[in-house]
């Protein structure tokens, strides 16, 4: 699918199997997730939308050196998978305002109830790299959304707007490529070859 408005309309035509709407917004790093989710939040906005970010979940950095996982953060067993689907439960089978957490980063930190999904609340926009990755436990996830969507982008192009990322937040163009290359293109690589089918594919550059 390339067609705005036609995302729009299906997405208001979808029934919700809890309380809530819920909408997962996947794909790979730097495939436009967060773009594309604050756009469809603007437009349905009237009817009561937010954003219920994935990369809030990320275990704190001393929590990622006490299990050796700092140089992988971002892959899936750097997440409180736990957390995450409770939190998805919650919003999704309950009227109640629920906060939730978002990462910062140009801190490199998760922020703890830095967003609420206020009470009034149809729609909830998932939004992150493994919410339909054909693995456990992250596979558990399909039941809990109403409609998936996952934003297609060539390889090449993920990478090159990983390193502007990077280099933006201020590293040098050697760690800058170390890093995306020792983590964000394997993560990469996982989500494209191991995600489920989703409802739709956007394409994200249209």
């Known amino acids: 699918m390339n067609d705005w408005n036609d995302l729009v ?24 997730k967060s773009h594309i989710s604050e756009r469809l939040r603007a437009e349905l906005a009237s009817e009561g ?19 050796g996982l700092r140089p992988r953060k971002g892959a899936p067993q750097t997440f409180d998978f736990d957390s995450f689907e409770l939190t998805l439960r919650r919003v999704r089978d309950s009227e109640a305002t629920v906060a939730v957490p ?22 909830v926009i998932v939004e992150g790299n493994y919410l339909l990755l054909n693995r456990a ?17 060539p390889r090449a192009e993920l990478e090159e707007r990983l390193l502007k990322r990077w280099t933006d937040l201020g590293y040098s163009k050697r760690d800058a490529e170390a890093k995306v290359h020792g ?5 990469v690589d996982m989500v494209l070859e191991q995600s489920s089918p989703p409802d739709i594919v956007w394409h994200s550059a249209n």
């Open 9 to 32: 309309s299906r997405i208001r035509k979808t029934e919700a199997g809890g309380v809530r709407v819920m909408i997962a917004i996947g794909g790979p790093p730097a495939a436009g």
């Open 49 to 67: 939308a937010e954003i219920l970010p994935m990369d809030g979940f990320h275990y704190d950095n001393a929590v990622l050196d006490q299990l």
């Open 102 to 123: 978002t990462f910062d980063r140009s801190l490199d930190l998760s922020r703890a109830g830095a967003r609420l999904i206020a009470s009034p609340t149809r729609y």
């Open 137 to 153: 436990p992250w596979s558990g996830l399909a039941r809990l959304f109403d409609l998936t969507v996952f934003l297609a982008e």
């Open 183 to 187: 983590n964000d293109m394997p993560n």
